[in-house]
Each structure stands twice: as structure tokens, then as C-alpha cells.
């Protein structure tokens, strides 16, 4: 921002390496008022900003854990025209209080910036000089007819914008004030302000009392007048309001981050799920399941003469049965296609509804939402309830909207299907989508995929030398082919891939959700080998067939649709011209291609001593109790112009460069120190994971390095389990077996990443000294889809068990793969069913909600 010196800007100087959190921290003070803002990425950065001594008011410093930001403080306190400069920080999610340096002026919470920082600021500049050792302790602010008569002193912001608070006198711990939410929680405000104090409303555990100081992160469960208890957390502030000791408790209620989580799992499910009449209930009953709701109806348009039709889905989850009502009588039904939600989640907000459904169901809160196309359109209503009062509403109303988009896409794609072939959309021949239906979901995928940040690929599938057979056997067995060809595109693909008949014996492919390109080409491969698979006509004869497959991918190839699909058909003429009978990945011109690797290059050398390079930990939990039992260390790259660089485009050319080894390194010690640290604060002795590429495990001294990490950073070598990929052979790797036997001598254990995926032979696999074996994703993805893949997964964990190795799973998505994995035995698991790879604070968190509920005597199942 630029400053005008007219008006005397005040400077603020803000610092954090978190790129999109600078950015927000800026967007928060930029909108307030003629600051001279400066933002600093590191400490190098910072005192080039400074080397010209601006005149600065404020400095706003992220706190993460790590001492980047320590630093920075450091140097800005040794300048004596910055030495009593004030201080604010924003402490990200997961850390306590306690981690804030001692002379901090305020804090504020990364979540509640875009509110909180700029009148934080504002305060903290206008009373400077900072006084050491003092924090503002504030509260959310009460509802207008709560709220006290105050003094002018200003409370607002101790805890987080919506949580359930009160607060209580000092001395007696009586309560004199109560919040929105938790009288909305508690659901008597008039009986909270009586005589009623502290310990009677929360119940501490057994042997622990009341602190005496802040605190954060006390267990304990609420005492509703209905005599139900509601299990959660509290965080206490001491403080002084209109001249009175008060002491401010805010609640946290763990059902409400609980169903978080499930909505969150269940949308990630809904998108897989299929899109026909079978998916849609699935995904009713995976809603029901996850939202633990009593009933759930879908409705599609009306009938004739206005009237509802009867619902394409009805799920029961009540006791005994019920009669449901005429669709004519439901009048909340048709103020809902008529396109108005109605919606009563909220406790106390049901009354009386004159509605037959709503009676004979007997619920207590209810909503009916209207389903919608793009053009707001209503194509249906979906309708859910349950028979008790909710209090989950905060969580549970945006997730059935976000469900609700789900099924309205179901229900558009279903109409489309109906009405495709009196409109054109579909191909009469194979029932697949033809050219223009193709060209709109690709359109509609780009712009998800730029909404999401989403990689996806587009396939040319292309029959090699049709037109011979036309010509030799005739159109109707050309039919014939065509036909088959389409019914084993559909067979290879998954249920939420797009398969089309673009034009003649031309075939286009969506591939969404793709975590590697590597999962793409195996897929090419699958279709090239079951093209190649006799094809019986209905004479008895058989035809040979085969195709030819280019393959682009957005936004890596192109960044629109008609420019993405002639990368692809230009990859699959390179098909043919090397003999047909394969496919080939776009490859743009040798010399762009070269500029563009050279400059990434460039960065990369940079990456690390910039503190670009993060280390995130993804957990793998036992099949049987779901518990965590050890992590995987993954690299991540944010780049401060290009942002998170993927790990599939940058690692290769790490390795090109030789760079993998210092990066290798780099990651292995710093996941090393942190696993230690974890450690020592749980006691777990969890198992980590860390990938040796072909570069590192050809250097001499990589022994040596390994034990030198483990040394320095204090870590049981039992701990470590170092990851050799499948494809990384004795050819390659002279002494790959040599060194493995040294590094399990030490002490490491040594696993087999994405097996399957490389042409290891079994004996390869009985020298190497493997603990275990991991089963590639591309193969647990297929579960319940490829019966051949399915297969595979059996035999390699019978083949492991055999040769007395444990096995992981990778890419454990859904359910589906959870059962199926459990019924056969798998011992560990992997994948986005359980976590994400988090970064370090996000994990320490989910290892210290593990640790409090086996301190509680509660089972840690699921906490992953």
C-alpha cells in the first residue's frame, strides 16, 4: 500500500513464511486506513525492509511453532528505534497461548484475522509504548440484550468469534454474564443467571480443581438442566472488567468438532460416489450414517397437474415403521419445489408445524431444501430429520447444503440421461455421451478443477485401422465394435470419470481426483491391455482390436478444454506413429519444456535455504483398532510467487540435478528432530517413515548419513523406517542390497513403497531386508471396481505374510476399501479415509487429542 505523507501513515511491519497467511494479514490491515505496510518473508527479507529505518508503530508477527518468528522478534528488538515497538501476534490453530513471546501487546487468532487484527491494531497503536508482560484478554460480544453496561474498556476479542462462553465473578465464582452460544448450548439463559456458579455448571475431571491463572484446554462436561452432560474442553481468562475481577470461560463442545470431521469425510465420499439412481442411495444412506439422522427423502420435479411424485429415495432410521403421508398433502413439500428452503434445525426454533409428514414422523427438527441447477432451476427437494432436538445445527445445516449440490447434480445428470437422446447429447450406438455432452463437462470440470485447485486428465482413444474392418466385414459388425470398445472404456474407468464417443471411432476421456500422473498412465496401459483382448462377434467369430491413447493433463498441458484435448490428440497421432497399440503423454516443444525445467531448477536450489521446503506427516493406523502406529514424512515445496509446487513435477527434478540429495537429507533430519520431539511428549514410539530415492541410495556415504541424522537428533533407529521404491533395481543401485543390510543392521527398518507398480521378481524381494510392503494406491483406488486389481491386493498381502512381511495400504479412500482390506487381512492403512498429511502443528494436535482420550480411559479408535 501506498503511503501518503501527508497523513503521517503509520508503518506496520508484518511477518510470517506462510505466503497465503501474510496475505491475509495484509488484506486485514489494508482495508482499514493509511498504513505503510511491510511484509517480510524471513529474517533476510526483513532486514533488507528495514535497512532503511522506516518509522514503524506496530509489528504483527505469526507465531507456528518454529523459531522463524522468534527470530525475526530478536532482530527487531536489538534496533533501539524498534526496541519497545509494540507487538502483536497471530497464533496459529493447534498452539497454545503460552508459545506468544512474553512482551506481546494482544493476540489474535489466524481464524478470526479479517475481524480481529485491524481494530487490534488500531488499540495497540494508539496506546504505545507497549506495556511488557500485559495481554488484552477480551470476549465475543454478547447479544444486544445480554450484553452489560461496560466502562469503555474493551473485551471482546479473548476467544474465538461464535464459541460458547460465560463469565463469573472472581471471588465466588458466581456467573454474571452468559453468551449467545452457550445459553443456546445450555438451553436455559434465565436459570445460568441465578444463584448457579462455576462448579456447578462444569463438571471437572476426578482430581482436578478449578486453576488459578489462564489455562487452556481443560476437560470437563457441561451439566444441562435436562440432566444430560456435554463432553468438551475450557479455556479460562483472568480478567479485570469495570473495575471487578472476572474470570472468562470459553467451551468447547466436542460433538460439534466431531461432526465437523464426519461432514467433512461424508462430502469427500459424496463426490465419489456414483451419479445414477443406484449411487444417489449410497450417497442417501452414507448421508443418514454420517449426520445420524432419522430419515432422508429425495423428490425429483412434479407430475403432472403440480403434484409431487412420489420420492426417488426414502430412507427410515426411526423405530418401528411409519405411514407416510399422501405427496398431495405435504405442504412443506411444495413450498420447497416451489423453490423456498425450510429449514427448523435450530433447538426452540420448531414451534408447531402444521404439516402431516412432520407429525407422523413424529421429528423434532427437520429441513427441506430445494434441489437446484446452475440456473437456480428447482429439479427436486431432499428432505432429512431426526425425532430429537438438534445441537449440531452450527455444523450440520451447511453440510446438507453442500450434500444437497450433490444430489441436485445427480438429479441433472439423471434428467440429462433421460432427455439425451431426444436432444442429441447422448450416441445412439453406445448410450455414452457424444461430442457436445463431452465438450460441456469438460468445460465444467475446468472450472471446478480452477475453483479446487484440482489436476485431472484428458484421453484420445483412437481404434487402430477401423476403417479396414468397416470396409472388410461391413457396418454392422463395425457397430459391433464400437459398441464393445465403449462398454470396456466404461469398464476400465471409475464410476465419476467421463467416458464419450467424440466422433466415428473416436473416444474421449475424463480421469478426475488425480494424485499421480503415474495412476493416469496405469489406467492408459490397463486400456491398451484390454483392447487387446479377443473380441467374439455374433457370427462366433473372433476380432483382434487394438487402439492408440493420447494422453494431456490440466492445467500442466493447457489451461482450457479445446487447447487440452488437441495436446491429447497430438500425443495420440505420436501413438500411432510408433507402431500403434500404445499410448503416449503429451510432450510439449523440446525447447519450452527446457527453459521452464531449467528455471524451476533454478528455484529449487534456492527452496530450501529460502525455507520454502515444509515436511507434512500423513498417520498410518492399525486396520483393526484404526489407531495410530506410525507417519509418513512428505516434502512439500511453497514457493512465494508460484505457490505449493506438487511433489510429482519437482522431485523428478530434484533427482535430475543431484538437488534430491541434499533435500533428502534435509527432510530425514528435520522429520527426525520432530519425531523425537513427539516422542518425548507421548511416548507413542511411532514408526516413521522417510522416501530414499535412487540418487541417495547411490551415494557411498548414505550409511553414514542416516546414522549421523539419527545421532543428532536423538532418535532410536527402531523408530525410522526408510522407503525404497519398488522400481529402484540392483542394476541401477550396485549396492542397494549392501547398504540396506547395513541400515537394517543398524537398527531401521526398511519398507517397499508402491509396490506392484515395478517389475521386481520375488526373489528380488526375499533378498532385500524388508519389514514390510506397501501396497501402491493405484491398486487399493480400484477396490470394488477391478475385480483383477482386487485380486492383486490378495495375493500381495498373502505373498507378504508368507514371507513374514507386514502391509500398508496406500490411498485408503473409502469404506468399500477399509472393509475390504480388513476382511483380508491388511495390517496397516493408509489414506485420506483417516487423514490428510498435515503439517507439523495440525499433527502434534491430532497426537495430543489421541493422548487425552486414552487419558480419559477412552478409546483413541477413529481419532486419525
Not at 511488557?132 to 447479544?143: D, E, G, I
Not at 436459570?191 to 488459578?212: E, I, K, M, Y
Not at 497399440?581 to 531448477?601: E, G, R
Not at 549392501?738 to 528380488?764: K, P, Q, V
Amino acid at each position: 500500500m501506498s503511503a501518503n505523507p501527508q497523513n503521517d501513515p503509520k508503518g506496520i511491519v508484518i511477518f510470517t513464511p506462510r505466503r497465503d497467511l501474510r496475505r491475509a494479514m495484509f488484506d486485514a490491515l489494508d482495508a482499514g486506513g493509511d498504513f505503510l505496510l511491510l511484509s517480510a518473508r524471513d529474517t533476510v527479507h526483513l532486514r533488507s525492509l528495514l535497512a532503511d529505518h522506516p518509522a514503524l508503530s506496530l509489528m504483527v508477527v505469526a507465531i507456528d511453532g518454529s523459531q522463524d518468528a522468534f527470530d525475526a522478534i530478536g532482530h527487531l528488538r536489538t534496533a533501539t528505534a524498534y526496541a519497545g515497538l509494540p507487538l502483536i501476534c497471530v497464533v496459529e490453530e493447534g498452539l497454545a497461548l503460552s508459545s506468544m513471546p512474553a512482551d506481546a501487546a494482544d493476540w489474535v487468532r489466524a481464524a478470526a484475522l479479517s475481524d480481529e487484527l485491524l481494530p487490534r491494531a488500531l488499540r495497540a497503536m494508539a496506546s504505545a509504548p507497549a506495556q511488557k508482560n500485559v495481554r488484552t484478554v477480551a470476549l465475543t460480544p454478547a447479544t444486544p440484550a445480554m450484553a452489560p453496561a461496560t466502562d469503555g474498556s474493551d473485551y471482546r476479542f479473548a476467544f474465538d468469534s461464535g464459541c460458547a462462553w460465560v463469565m463469573a465473578a472472581a471471588g465466588t465464582g458466581r456467573i454474571v454474564e452468559v453468551g449467545e452460544a452457550f445459553a443456546r448450548l445450555f438451553g436455559d439463559a434465565t436459570f445460568l443467571l441465578g444463584d448457579l456458579a462455576l462448579s456447578d455448571l462444569f463438571r471437572l475431571a476426578s482430581g482436578v480443581t478449578w486453576p488459578q491463572r489462564d489455562a487452556d484446554g481443560i476437560a470437563c462436561a457441561v451439566r444441562r438442566p435436562d440432566g444430560a452432560d456435554i463432553t468438551g474442553e475450557l479455556d479460562i481468562r483472568r480478567i479485570v472488567h469495570a473495575g471487578e475481577q472476572r474470570v472468562a470461560v470459553a467451551f468447547r463442545d466436542f460433538r460439534t468438532s466431531e461432526m465437523a470431521e464426519r461432514a467433512l469425510s461424508l462430502l469427500s465420499l459424496l463426490d465419489a460416489s456414483a451419479s445414477d439412481d443406484e449411487g444417489m442411495g449410497e450417497a442417501a444412506a452414507m448421508l443418514a450414517d454420517a449426520l445420524d439422522l432419522d430419515v432422508v427423502a429425495i423428490w425429483a420435479g412434479v407430475t403432472e397437474g403440480d403434484a409431487p411424485a412420489p420420492p426417488l429415495i426414502r430412507l427410515w432410521n426411526g423405530p418401528g415403521t411409519v405411514a407416510w403421508p399422501d405427496e398431495g398433502s405435504l405442504s412443506l413439500l411444495k413450498t420447497c419445489l416451489a423453490g423456498e428452503a425450510v429449514v427448523r434445525l435450530q433447538p426452540g426454533e420448531t414451534g408447531r408445524v402444521a404439516d402431516p409428514l412432520i407429525e407422523a414422523l413424529g421429528l423434532q427438527s427437520f429441513a427441506f431444501l430445494p434441489l437446484n441447477d446452475e440456473r437456480r432451476a428447482v429439479l427436486g427437494a431432499i428432505f432429512v430429520g431426526r425425532r430429537r432436538a438438534l445441537d449440531d445445527a452450527r455444523v450440520l445445516e451447511p453440510a446438507l447444503r453442500a450434500a444437497s449440490s450433490r444430489f441436485a447434480s445427480s438429479l441433472e445428470l439423471r434428467r440429462t440421461r433421460e432427455q439425451g437422446r431426444a436432444k442429441g447429447l447422448l450416441d445412439g450406438l453406445t448410450g455414452l455421451p457424444n461430442r457436445l455432452l463431452f465438450n460441456d463437462r469438460l468445460d465444467t470440470t475446468i472450472r471446478e478443477a480452477q475453483r479446487t485447485g484440482e489436476c485431472f486428465a484428458a484421453l484420445f482413444v483412437d481404434l487402430d485401422r477401423f476403417k479396414s474392418i468397416n470396409d472388410t466385414l461391413g457396418h454392422s459388425v463395425g457397430d459391433q465394435v464400437l459398441a464393445a470398445v465403449a462398454r470396456r472404456l466404461r469398464a476400465s474407468v471409475r464410476a465419476s470419470d467421463t467416458v464419450a464417443r467424440y466422433a466415428g471411432d473416436e473416444f474421449t476421456l475424463i480421469l478426475r481426483h488425480i494424485i499421480k500422473r503415474d495412476d493416469v498412465l496405469r489406467i492408459a496401459e490397463k486400456i491398451v491391455q484390454v483392447m487387446e483382448t479377443p473380441l467374439p462377434l455374433d457370427d462366433g467369430s473372433e476380432l483382434q482390436i487394438t487402439v492408440s491413447i493420447g494422453v494431456a493433463f490440466f492445467p500442466d498441458d493447457a489451461a482450457d478444454g479445446e487447447t487440452l484435448l488437441r495436446h491429447a490428440d497430438e500425443a495420440m497421432y505420436g501413438a500411432k506413429s510408433l507402431g500403434r497399440n500404445n499410448f503416449q503423454i503429451y510432450a510439449p516443444s523440446a525447447d519450452l519444456s527446457q527453459q521452464q525445467h531449467v528455471a524451476l531448477k533454478a528455484k529449487l536450489r534456492h527452496a530450501e535455504r529460502n525455507g520454502e521446503l515444509r515436511v507434512f506427516y500423513q498417520p498410518q493406523v492399525d486396520t483393526l483398532t484404526e489407531d495410530i502406529v506410525g507417519m509418513e514424512a512428505l516434502v512439500r515445496w511453497e514457493h512465494p510467487e508460484l505457490g505449493t509446487i506438487s511433489p510429482a513435477f519437482f522431485i523428478p527434478l530434484a533427482e535430475a540435478s543431484g538437488l534430491i540429495v541434499s533435500i533428502g537429507e534435509w527432510v530425514m533430519r528435520t522429520a527426525c528432530a520432530q519425531a523425537h520431539v513427539w516422542e518425548k511428549m507421548f511416548g507413542l514410539h511411532l514408526r516413521l517413515g522417510v522416501n530414499l530415492s535412487a540418487v541417495q541410495l547411490m551415494q557411498p556415504n548414505l550409511v553414514a548419513t542416516v546414522a549421523n541424522a539419527l545421532t543428532d537428533t536423538g532418535l532410536d533407529p527402531s523408530c525410522l523406517e526408510l522407503e525404497v521404491t519398488e522400481s529402484i533395481s540392483v542394476k541401477t543401485v550396485p549396492h542397494l542390497v549392501e547398504s540396506l543390510d547395513a541400515l537394517h543392521a543398524m537398527g531401521c527398518r526398511i519398507a517397499i513403497d508402491d509396490f506392484g507398480t515395478g517389475a521386481a521378481s520375488l526373489d528380488y524381494l526375499r533378498r532385500l531386508p524388508a519389514d514390510r510392503i506397501k501396497i501402491d494406491q493405484s491398486f487399493v483406488r480400484n477396490i470394488g471396481v477391478d475385480p483383477d486389481d482386487e485380486a492383486i491386493v490378495r495375493a500381495t498381502i498373502d505373498m507378504a505374510h508368507r514371507l513374514k512381511r507386514g502391509v500398508v495400504a496406500e490411498g485408503v479412500e473409502i469404506e468399500q476399501h477399509l472393509n475390504f482390506l480388513r476382511a483380508n487381512g491388511c495390517d496397516e492403512l493408509q489414506g485420506y479415509l483417516f487423514c490428510r498429511p498435515l503439517p507439523t502443528a495440525a499433527f502434534e494436535k491430532l497426537l495430543a487429542e489421541r493422548q487425552r482420550l486414552l487419558t480419559e480411559g477412552l478409546s483413541p479408535v477413529g481419532s486419525a
